[in-house]
């Protein structure tokens, strides 16, 4: 089973404005105040972003133009811990 994006997928970074192309994440990113953003690897990394449920989920675009959730969510088969507090 696999989770799709619902709706129209970003098109851009909401942080540095780069255009999404077949990668984004979906993350709660603490390091800029703690809010979701959709952000590309480039940003997730840099602001220290995580995979898991409640905390971000990598999205890759599938051959028919959909995003698959690939990593960090409930179906994926990379479930990352999440630790209690942080
Ligand atoms: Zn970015």
Same mark, same amino acid.
């Given at each position: 089973m696999t989770s799709r994006w619902i709706g129209n997928a970003p098109?851009? %970074? $909401?942080? %540095? $404005?780069a255009p999404i192309v077949d990668e984004f994440y979906d993350a709660s990113m603490p390091n800029i105040g703690g809010s979701w953003a959709n952000v590309d690897r480039r940003c997730f990394t840099m602001f220290n972003g995580k995979l898991g449920v409640g905390r971000g989920q990598r999205y890759h675009k599938a051959q028919d133009g959909s995003f698959i959730c690939?990593?960090?969510?409930?179906?994926?088969?990379?479930i990352v811990a999440i630790p209690d507090g942080d």
């Open positions: 098109s851009r %970074c $909401d942080l %540095c $404005d690939v990593e960090g969510g409930r179906n994926t088969p990379n």
